[in-house]
């Protein structure tokens, strides 16, 4: 059996990136582990609180040896663009995490709309990944 546990997204600072999901986002740290044996390579995951078993892996773009200079620029760009990284969140009431978000400053890029598959809203983190939050219609 294949079972789902979790995503990656780059960050350009895991420390800013932890603010974020969890202190405006509300999510949890499921794992901050720093290996001095990697070059002090970081581990960091967060989630959900209410869903235990998914995680958010936030990081770090690499250097070398990992990822050469080249591939690291197209990278930077790609955040710069939002397109490095996309996350799918729903919530009960697109509107209320709207107004909540936006009072913590989120600035979103798009503001709650109707769509055929539900309410849909789109912001991005602070290193450029653009997140989707959206309502699902009720199917049926």
């Known amino acids: ?5 979790s995503t990656q997204v780059w960050v350009h600072d895991q420390d800013v990136a ?12 499921r794992v ?5 044996e990697m070059n002090n390579f970081r581990w960091l995951t967060v989630g959900p609180e209410h869903q235990p078993d998914i995680a958010i892996v936030l990081m770090k773009i690499p250097g070398e040896p990992i990822m050469d200079e080249a591939t690291h620029a197209k990278v930077e760009e790609l955040m710069g663009k939002g397109h490095a990284g996309f996350l799918f ?3 009960d009431d ?3 995490a709207y107004a ?3 009072a913590k400053g989120v600035d979103f890029v798009e503001k709650p709309t109707d769509e055929p598959y539900g ?3 789109s912001f991005r983190d602070p290193s450029g990944n653009h997140i989707r939050l959206m309502t699902p219609r009720q199917m049926g």
């Not at 059996?1 to 546990?5: A, E, G, K, L």
């Not at 901050?32 to 001095?36: A, E, G, Q, R, Y």
């Open 1 to 5: 059996m294949i079972s789902f546990n």
């Open 18 to 29: 932890l603010d974020f999901y969890t202190r405006v986002l509300g999510m949890v740290v």
């Open 32 to 36: 901050d582990v720093t290996m001095p």
């Open 89 to 91: 969140f729903t919530t």
């Open 94 to 96: 697109v509107d209320a």
């Open 100 to 102: 909540e978000l936006s």
């Open 119 to 121: 309410r849909d809203s």
